[in-house]
């Protein structure tokens, strides 16, 4: 068995419910799923704990680990000027804990992921339209007029990545979406253990 044969990752465009289903995967699947933490050098915000919202890293140790290749995927977000990434730790910590590595991750760090790791489920999650997408923005009531058009225009953009994804799930109804994505898991964990 591979590294990646127990792996799962998780994108889509802001809005499309990710942080709720994965809450609600996890929660729910009888297969042991363990999120897995990204690292940012990103100062933390009220609340947030290191090793739980993220790890946080200063510019020089992101660059060290980067440099020695600790992560499995990394980028500079430059409308934010920060890094992000996912650690191979974090791989070793899903393993050490016989649990599948679960990344939510942006789709540009999916796809890199799964160039290492082809054999990955990779689910990609929609919503049954732009609009919906737009609303569920809007009703965050978190950011300006001008972010919300920036991630709309980003939602196109990712959208037409959505065909390298091994599934993809419309988020119509969460209980719906989350029993799709638990189904998928299990019936690769059957797979895996044939």
Same mark, same amino acid.
């Given at each position: 068995?591979?590294? *990646?044969?127990?792996?799962?990752?998780?994108?889509? =465009?802001?809005?499309?419910?990710?942080?709720?289903?994965?809450?609600?995967?996890?929660?729910?699947?009888?297969?042991?799923?363990?999120?897995? +933490?990204?690292?940012?050098?990103?100062? =933390?915000?009220?609340?947030? $704990?290191?090793?739980?919202?993220?790890? #946080?890293? %200063?510019?020089?140790?992101?660059?060290?680990?980067?440099?020695?290749?600790? #992560?499995?995927?990394?980028?500079?977000?430059?409308? @934010?000027? &920060?890094? &992000?990434?996912?650690?191979?730790?974090?791989?070793?910590?899903?393993?050490?804990?016989?649990?599948?590595? #679960?990344?939510?991750?942006? $789709?540009? *760090?999916?796809?890199?992921?799964?160039?290492? &790791?082809?054999?990955? +489920? %990779?689910?990609?999650?929609?919503? =049954?339209?732009?609009? +919906? #997408?737009? @609303?569920?923005?809007?009703?965050?009531?978190?950011?300006?007029? $001008?972010?919300?058009?920036?991630?709309?225009?980003?939602?196109?953009?990712?959208?037409?990545?959505?065909?390298? &994804?091994?599934?993809? $799930?419309?988020?119509?109804?969460?209980?719906?979406?989350?029993?799709?994505?638990?189904?998928?898991?299990?019936?690769?964990?059957?797979?895996?253990?044939?």
């Amino acid at each position: 068995m591979s590294d *990646g044969d127990r792996m799962l990752v998780l994108s889509g =465009p802001s809005g499309s419910g990710k942080s709720t289903i994965v809450n609600r995967v996890i929660a729910e699947s009888s297969v042991k799923l363990m999120k897995m +933490v990204s690292a940012t050098t990103r100062p =933390p915000r009220e609340g947030e $704990v290191d090793g739980e919202a993220y790890w #946080f890293l %200063s510019d020089d140790e992101f660059t060290r680990r980067r440099e020695n290749d600790e #992560f499995i995927e990394y980028e500079e977000v430059f409308s @934010q000027g &920060y890094w &992000y990434g996912t650690l191979k730790s974090e791989l070793a910590r899903a393993a050490e804990n016989s649990a599948w590595a #679960f990344l939510e991750i942006d $789709v540009q *760090g999916a796809l890199r992921v799964m160039d290492q &790791y082809p054999q990955i +489920v %990779s689910i990609f999650l929609t919503t =049954p339209s732009e609009e +919906v #997408f737009e @609303q569920r923005l809007r009703d965050r009531g978190t950011e300006s007029e $001008v972010v919300i058009q920036k991630r709309l225009q980003r939602a196109r953009t990712e959208l037409e990545s959505a065909h390298r &994804y091994r599934h993809q $799930v419309c988020n119509d109804t969460l209980d719906r979406a989350v029993a799709e994505i638990i189904e998928i898991v299990v019936s690769r964990e059957a797979e895996l253990n044939a």
